[in-house]
């Protein structure tokens, strides 16, 4: 099954190819289709990742695949959440401010909160419609448990990973190999769910 993919994000491209490729699906990115994201409007992270599969699959008129992500920290009532990647942003604005003004914001906001109460998760769902008005669309979610550290650790990674330590081993998500981080993360573990689903449907 051909599947357009809602992201300009040639690293998840390939991961979304590596492990669902086995299952029949072959990847396009919506960017080779010229079409624009969407305006990510939804309140949970399964609103948002349909509406980008909708609006991909509409434009395109191909089945479309669409994932949205975010670290929610206890500390600060589930914050980021669905805004992770704007958090840094100016109030109303919806430009993206860039990895490392996030990092400093987050370190800000949680400065002289102990280690204990620094407990923290990202999450991920991942959406495959088969067309824009399919009605029952496949949902995967993930979520990976772990803690904000005081300050960055590791080179790897993107996004909030130099902060965001792994609970089970101890090391920053930006210290793990992308092999371990697929294996553990939020995103691997949606990717599975969808898989497991797609080859129930198959059955
Ligand atoms: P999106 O799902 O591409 O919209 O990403 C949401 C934001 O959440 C990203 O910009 C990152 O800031 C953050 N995020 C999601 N997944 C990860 C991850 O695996 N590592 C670090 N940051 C992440």
Avoid at 102 to 126: M, S, W, Y
Wanted: proline fraction near 5%; charged fraction near 25%.
């Amino acid at each position: 099954m051909r599947v357009v993919l809602a992201t300009g994000n040639l690293g998840k491209l390939r991961e979304f190819a590596e492990l669902l490729g086995p299952a029949g699906l072959e990847f396009e990115p919506l960017s080779a289709f010229g079409v624009e994201s969407p305006e990510e409007t939804g309140l949970t992270f399964a609103d948002n990742a349909l509406l980008k599969a909708r609006h991909a699959a509409a434009r395109t008129g191909l089945a479309a695949m669409a994932d949205d992500s975010g670290l929610e920290v206890d500390a600060l009532g589930g914050a980021p959440g669905v805004r992770s990647a704007r958090y840094a942003a100016a109030p109303g604005s919806d430009a993206s401010p860039g990895d490392a003004a996030n990092v400093d914001k987050l370190l800000r906001e949680l400065q002289g909160v102990a280690p204990a109460r620094r407990t923290a998760r990202f999450r991920c769902a991942i959406v495959l419609l088969r067309s824009a008005d399919d009605p029952a669309p496949l949902l995967g979610e993930g979520c990976w448990e772990g803690r904000i550290l005081e300050a960055p650790r590791g080179r790897g990674g993107f996004g909030y990973d130099p902060v965001f330590e792994d609970a089970a081993s101890g090391r920053s998500a930006a210290e793990l190999a992308s092999a371990e981080k697929h294996a553990r993360s939020h995103r691997g573990a949606a990717l599975r769910a969808v898989l497991a689903q797609l080859r129930a449907a198959v059955r």
